[in-house]
């Protein structure tokens, strides 16, 4: 079993509509939570960090966190064009850990 | 700009060469790792470093060793390269001091390495 898991996408949304993004991971002791946006041919950038259950927002990104069942999530709310990337969901335990990445295309 | 540079960006090269990638930063900080990246896997951590000859390994070690002489600079050797090292790898920093479990970590630009 990976230590993190994500859908590989590819996701579509309309320009303008909420993106949804999930990522499950299978260490419970776990306490630090990322995610990262990567375009093509670039490197990973952090976009959203969280510690503690619940949400946490960041203009348009919010991070959902419920460590009881498992899962973060990313929403990303008026998506843009400029948004179509792959996000890297990140865990640490000893070391971070990766997801896959899911591939977001938001069309205008 | 988390000041991380990496050397070379691309490099073609034959099965058995040698091959080293620097990874160099201006910030002096502590903790410095090296990854690769590939489709369906992910990043996957090689090794890292948490201080000058304090290197460790990490889930994908084999086949790779990591050199740390300065602080600034973090150098990862394929002592003999294999077609499955191909791949975009990845340096990065920790900024803070606590190491993994305290802080995001800020990639450098890649190096794209193929090996025919």
């Known amino acids: 079993q990976k230590e993190v898991e994500q859908n590989s996408g590819p996701l579509s949304v309309p320009e303008g509509a909420i993106a949804s993004l999930n990522c499950t991971y299978s260490?419970?002791?776990?306490?630090?939570f990322f995610w990262y946006r990567q375009y093509s041919g670039k490197s990973p950038e952090l976009i959203m960090f969280?510690?503690?259950?619940g949400d946490k927002e960041d203009g348009r990104f919010t991070a959902q966190l419920n460590k009881a069942s498992q899962y973060v999530s990313l929403l990303i709310r008026d998506s843009q064009p400029s948004d179509s990337a792959t996000y890297l969901c990140?865990?640490?335990?000893?070391?971070?850990?990766f997801g896959t990445g899911t591939s977001l295309t938001v069309i205008p | 700009d988390a000041g991380i540079t990496q050397s070379p960006r691309h490099k073609v090269t034959e099965t058995g060469t040698p091959v080293t990638l620097r990874c160099h930063q201006t910030?002096?900080?502590?903790?410095m790792y090296w990854y690769r990246q590939d489709p369906g896997h992910g990043l996957r951590l090689i090794h890292y470093?948490?201080?000058?000859?304090?290197?460790d390994k990490g889930e994908v070690s084999d086949g790779y060793s990591v050199s740390r002489s300065k602080t600034e600079d973090f150098l990862l050797t394929l002592e003999s390269a294999t077609s499955s090292q191909t791949s975009v790898y990845f340096c990065?920093?920790?900024?803070?001091?606590?190491?993994?479990?305290?802080?995001?970590?800020?990639f450098g630009e890649g190096s794209r390495l193929t090996v025919l």
């Open positions: 990140a865990v640490t335990g000893n070391q971070f850990y």
């Open positions: 990065a920093i920790s900024k803070l001091a606590g190491g993994p479990d305290t802080g995001e970590l800020f």
């Open positions: 470093s948490y201080g000058v000859k304090d290197t």
């Open positions: 910030e002096n900080h502590r903790y």
């Open positions: 260490d419970r002791g776990s306490q630090s």
């Open positions: 969280i510690y503690s259950n």
